[in-house]
């Protein structure tokens, strides 16, 4: 069965404090692995799509990153209007839907 | 370009009674979709449309039914609302074959009492 575990669920930074993300994933045939932001009482907002092991993709203060079983979304110099929940999902080879994990809510203190 | 809009944005339904979740892309989007989101348990999928004229069931579709009317528009009823159905209810699009790239809509609270 498709997992994705995100870690930590809620994770709180001084503004400027750099950390990661991270989501765990059990699939066959991976087909894509996305990242989303979610602001309060809004719907999530797509930032990243990643296809195979290796790949990057940047955005600003965000970088999103690749291995077998894990992505990482990396949080460079955060400031406060980066806090949101970041949610990560998956796509099977010849399946139709996504697979998302619970999120993690990130804070970043002025 | 507006993106993906539901309507209503907010609804109080009392136990028993029906309604129908409004959905509409204008990006020209094949696929679309049917989301709740509940705490603790992330997005769930509820139906979703591959193309025009074709629905299938997600992950919870029990208490709900789905009309994709023409490309843009994805409505989600309920024809006999529960407390269990209260939450955020989301919808979501995609450009080609279901899975792709979802691009979401801003969400419909519902309240069930």
């Known amino acids: 069965e498709d997992q994705v575990t995100q870690s930590p669920e809620a994770l709180r930074l001084q503004e400027g404090e750099s950390s990661s993300l991270n989501c765990s994933y059990t699939?066959?045939?991976?087909?894509?692995l996305f990242w989303y932001r979610q602001d309060p009482g809004k719907g999530p907002e797509f930032l990243f799509t990643l296809y195979s092991a290796g790949e990057e993709k940047e955005k600003e203060r965000l970088k999103a990153t690749l291995t077998k079983k894990e992505s990482f979304l990396h949080i460079t110099a955060p400031k406060p209007e980066d806090s949101a929940t970041y949610l990560c999902?998956?796509?099977?080879?010849?399946?139709?839907?996504?697979?998302f994990g619970q999120g993690t809510r990130l804070t970043i203190n002025p | 370009n507006a993106g993906v809009t539901q309507t209503p944005k907010f609804q109080v339904l009392k136990t028993g009674q029906s309604m129908t979740l409004q959905c509409a892309q204008d990006?020209?989007?094949?696929?679309m979709y049917w989301y709740r989101q509940d705490p603790g348990m992330g997005l769930r999928l509820i139906y979703y449309s591959a193309s025009e004229g074709t629905t299938d069931k997600g992950e919870v579709p029990n208490g709900y039914n789905v009309s994709r009317l023409n490309k843009r528009e994805f409505s989600l009823r309920l024809e006999s609302a529960a407390p269990s159905q209260t939450s955020v209810y989301f919808c979501a699009s995609s450009l080609g074959q279901a899975g792709e790239t979802q691009y979401f809509g801003p969400g419909t609270r519902l309240l069930v009492l």
């Open positions: 699939v066959s045939g991976l087909r894509g």
């Open positions: 990006m020209n989007h094949n696929s």
């Open positions: 999902a998956l796509r099977r080879g010849g399946a139709q839907k996504l697979v």
